[in-house]
């Protein structure tokens, strides 16, 4: 690292804290251009964010973290800016992650929280504030299943098979348009969310792709997690719990089997845009850690769409087709008992 730009941070940051007895600590990072460090002054600690200019931008992500703070929501707080040194300091949320809290004893009460924390995320008017997820963006993520699953596994659909993927996905894109839309995360699971010490609000981070989009989103992200899973059963009872929460606006003319069909639909969607991204995770960026995530989220996919007419055709392409090479060459998902 070049030490011109330790020195930078180093005066930066004296001028910021007003001393320069800190430490500092650079952590373990992934691959952007980013990188974070915790500041120790005395007994409070800070998180510092490297952006350099030159390669990254923070302009997005601190209109939206002063955005949410300002509307209560639990993000870290700015303590200081510098755009045109791409640096940070923030709040410090510590380093635990609620997916290492979560069990089966656990879970119930740490998702109910979660939930609360989405409704109060999804009462507030985001509109003009964050993009819209709109068709133009829903179907190109689905695609990503077109282009790059199905060539990793060698299939070419016929034309007929094409035109009935374009169909369906036209079916997932308009159903997740039809629902009261809302602020999304977009990024909502339980390696996003924090426990915070003497607090029973969990942080929220990696909040900078919030759009304006279905509000069943998030609560697919977070309860049927691409990392985590649980019994399909208990799944469909914190969708009840969910949609107890939300407000009578979003209640009308959708009775809870039609939220659940929402939320399942959206999650079929999600689903089938993550089974593209990890082959091109792997593929493209040589990043191999979440092939083993595939098996389940192709389970997902299958179980989900059983009570639904109108995916059926669909499904049986990929039961067909691509389901025998997806075994073979990525695995087949062990259910948990």
């Known amino acids: 690292m070049n030490t011109q730009r330790e020195q930078l941070i180093q005066s930066w940051m004296t001028s910021v804290l007003g001393s320069d007895q800190f430490e500092t600590h650079f952590l373990a990072g992934d691959a952007s251009f980013r990188r974070y460090a915790r500041i120790k002054l005395n007994n409070k600690t800070f998180m510092l964010m490297d952006a350099p200019p030159e390669k990254e931008d923070c302009v997005p992500f601190v209109t939206i973290d002063e955005f949410f703070d300002a509307h209560g929501v639990r993000v870290p707080h700015i303590v200081a800016k510098d755009f045109d040194l791409g640096l940070?300091?923030?709040?410090?949320?510590?380093?635990?992650?609620?997916?290492?809290?979560?069990?089966?004893?656990?879970?119930?009460?740490?998702?109910?929280?979660?939930?609360?924390?989405?409704?109060?995320?999804?009462?507030i008017a985001g509109q003009g504030h964050f993009p819209e997820y709109a068709y133009e963006k829903l179907i190109p993520e689905m695609e990503l299943l077109t282009d790059w699953l199905?060539?990793?596994l060698k299939i070419q659909p016929t034309e007929a098979e094409s035109a009935l993927i374009k169909r369906t996905f036209a079916i997932l894109a308009n159903a997740a348009l039809a629902q009261p839309q809302v602020i999304v995360h977009r990024d909502f699971h339980s390696?996003?969310?924090?426990?915070?010490?003497?607090?029973?609000?969990?942080?929220?981070?990696?909040?900078?792709?919030?759009?304006?989009?279905?509000?069943?989103?998030?609560?697919?992200?977070?309860?049927?997690?691409?990392?985590v899973q649980w019994n399909p059963e208990r799944v469909y009872t914190w969708f009840k719990v969910f949609y107890d929460l939300l407000p009578v606006s979003a209640k009308e003319g959708r009775d809870f089997e039609q939220f659940k069909k929402d939320a399942d639909l959206m999650a079929i969607q999600r689903h089938i845009k993550i089974l593209g991204i990890f082959v091109r995770l792997f593929e493209r960026d040589g990043k191999s850690g979440y092939l083993k995530d595939l098996p389940r989220v192709m389970w997902y996919l299958l179980e989900e769409s059983k009570p639904y007419a109108e995916l059926q055709p669909f499904m049986q392409f990929i039961q067909a087709k691509v389901l025998p090479k997806f075994e073979e060459k990525y695995g087949k998902y062990e259910v948990e008992a």
Do not use: C
């Open 191 to 227: 390696r996003n969310l924090m426990l915070l010490e003497g607090e029973s609000e969990q942080g929220v981070i990696d909040f900078q792709d919030a759009v304006i989009g279905a509000d069943t989103y998030d609560l697919i992200s977070i309860t049927r997690d691409a990392y």
């Open 150 to 152: 199905l060539p990793s």
């Open 88 to 123: 940070l300091l923030l709040e410090d949320f510590g380093d635990v992650l609620l997916s290492t809290k979560l069990n089966d004893e656990t879970v119930d009460a740490h998702y109910a929280q979660s939930f609360k924390q989405l409704i109060q995320l999804q009462s």
